[in-house]
């Protein structure tokens, strides 16, 4: 059965972000001050699985294998039918 | 006093993704087959603004003259305190 995954992808606490720096920036110049940006990636990936739990563990493997660095970025996923 | 703005910015319908259609041909190859893949951009703000309504006037501002292309993207803003 078909399944959606939702994935977030982000830096971990301490890694320097320079495209977040960069808009920060730009942002700044264009007349809106911020305090703090970070930024994500989403990934929302349609997929086959067995049951629920493995639809998890697809998505995981995903994130392990291609999507996430896990030396710079923690990442949380969300799979619902 | 303090917000935080989550931008979450996408392709519209029908724009081509080519950084989807090289993840989806990647996780095939590893293994993972995939019916269907989107990718979207978010931006964690944090900034001052006077009320809840300056707040999402200056995130819709951020999105429209920097974040997102409102020819090829949609986006979503989410503000709270």
């Known amino acids: 059965m078909m399944f959606l995954a939702t994935i977030t992808i982000g830096l971990k606490e301490g890694m320097l972000d320079p495209e977040a720096k960069a808009i ?3 942002l700044g ?3 809106f001050p911020t305090d703090d940006i970070k930024t994500e990636r989403v990934f929302l990936i349609r997929f086959d699985a067995a049951d629920h739990r493995d639809a998890e563990e697809k998505a995981r493997g995903m994130c392990e294998r291609l999507l ?13 039918r």
């Open 24 to 26: 920060s920036h730009a």
């Open 29 to 31: 110049n264009l007349g």
């Open 68 to 80: 996430a660095n896990p030396v710079i970025h923690h990442y949380e996923i969300e799979v619902r």
